[in-house]
């Protein structure tokens, strides 16, 4: 049995979503462009704050892993946009691309048998590729879930999809 392989396989099947929860575009499906600057009643947040914060951290965690000259933003001001800030539609769709690339190089790290999940990152020793991967995995998830079920409280998720 190749444990590595099928390690490989989980870890991505994890950050695909579709297992034990939607996916990044099943979470979006028929999402109403009028609806990407509203806050729920008791939140302080849009839902193109979540998307942007959600791609924020994805990015910051990619380049930690890949680029020893990496400065992650302040915490937390750095990782979500400004309260007041709105989006248009294109800054809306540029948010979802780029969040899918950033996606998309994690997945390739995973993927790419070279990539030693375990060995220390040489420029954070206390760290290893796979806590980080998982990091994302746990962070999409979980904000994927709070944009599910905002969705639902807002009465504005696609009837066939829950």
Not at 69 to 85: K, L
Not at 122 to 148: K, Q, S
């Given at each position: ?7 490989r ?7 695909n979503?579709?297992n ?24 302080s947040?849009?839902?193109?704050h979540l ?7 994805q990015w ?14 302040d ?6 946009p ?26 390739n ?8 999940f ?16 998982l990091?994302?995995a ?25």
């Amino acid at each position: 049995m190749d444990t590595e392989k099928i390690m490989r396989e989980q870890v991505l099947a994890l950050l695909n979503g579709g297992n034990a929860h939607m996916n990044f575009s099943q979470a979006l499906t028929g999402f109403p462009i009028e609806y990407i600057n509203r806050k729920a009643v008791n939140f302080s947040y849009t839902f193109w704050h979540l998307l942007e914060h959600m791609r924020i951290v994805q990015w910051d965690i990619l380049e930690f892993i890949r680029n020893p000259a990496h400065v992650s933003p302040d915490y937390p001001s750095g990782y979500w946009p400004p309260e007041e800030e709105e989006a248009q539609e294109p800054q809306w769709q540029q948010t979802i691309a780029q969040f899918r690339a950033d996606l998309e190089a994690v997945q390739n790290l995973v993927a790419d048998p070279s990539t030693d999940f375990f060995a220390p990152i040489p420029h954070a020793r206390d760290y290893t590729v796979f806590r980080e991967i998982l990091l994302v995995a746990d962070h999409n998830a979980y904000h994927l879930g709070e944009i599910v079920t905002l969705r639902q409280a807002m009465a504005i998720s696609p009837a066939d999809k829950w």
